[in-house]
């Protein structure tokens, strides 16, 4: 049951949002590529890491909005396999800020029964890096309300190439046949496995992309684009892109209930 003065005080706008949505409907899992950090720092005449800085705080109120929310699970984009190419500098700077990040909530995340996951080539990363995660990982293990993923050195590209090449390796040790290879063969062998696929896919500061993100699981995900840059989203944006949300009619390929309802012409106005 979800307590709606912890998402919104009562008669703040936020709270106007969140009554105006359909509770039973939300999103099982919410996927967002935060974007746009470099852009607030550049408005504000700040160097970029200033951005990634602030960039955490929308991380703390996003997670906690979730969870409060009840969703199963939250996926954030937080370093790919291209963010290499950024400056030495603003590299370390972002797993820095990783590291207090989990320094800081880890305890908050235990308390809330958050489990926290990586998504991504971890043997790609530093070792400090690797124990925090490794150290949040385990105390959250046991942890069953929602999953919060992080996706780190992370590509869609490589993630479904790792799948089809554990695939493949079976296959040749005799001990998969081919023929059996189904879609779900191929999901049970990515990060996710165990997670529904999003429902919804977030991207901040108005960029058109999916920036190879999570491509297999958001086959059929709703997407949000919104204007606001990362660092300055917050709860109200969240709500909106849930109004946007519960505002679309999912198909999968299919067609409308009402389409579906409708009756055919009599052949006669066919010919007519
Ligand atoms: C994209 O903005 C943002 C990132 C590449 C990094 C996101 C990282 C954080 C918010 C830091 C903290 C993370 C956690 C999980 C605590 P950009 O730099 O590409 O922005 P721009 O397109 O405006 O240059």
Known sequence: MIDKNLVAAPGSPDRALLDALDLTRLP??????????????????????????????????????SARLGLDALTLYAFSTENWKRPKTEVSTLFTLLKEYLRRE?????????????????????????SA??????????????????ALNYSGRAEITDAVRSLA?????????????????????????????????IRTSGEMRISNFLLWQIAYAEIHVTPVLWPDFRCRHFLEALADYQRRERRYGGVSE?????VPPAPAALEA
């Open 28 to 65: 099982r899992h919410v996927a967002v590529i935060m974007d746009g950090n470099g852009r607030w720092a550049k408005q504000r005449r700040l160097p970029r890491v200033e951005g990634h800085r602030a960039g955490a705080a929308a991380v703390r109120d996003t997670v906690e909005t």
């Open 106 to 130: 880890l305890r908050t995340l235990v308390e809330n029964d958050i489990c926290f996951r990586v998504v991504g080539r971890l043997d790609g990363l530093d070792g400090s890096v690797r």
């Open 133 to 150: 995660l490794d150290m949040a990982l385990e105390a959250t293990t046991g942890c069953r309300g929602m999953t919060f993923s992080v």
């Open 169 to 201: 390796r079976e296959a040749a040790a005799g001990r998969l046949d081919p023929e059996s290879i189904d879609e779900a063969a191929v999901a049970r062998r990515l990060y996710t496995a165990d997670l529904p696929d999003p429902d919804l896919l």
């Open 258 to 262: 009402e389409d579906a309802a409708e």
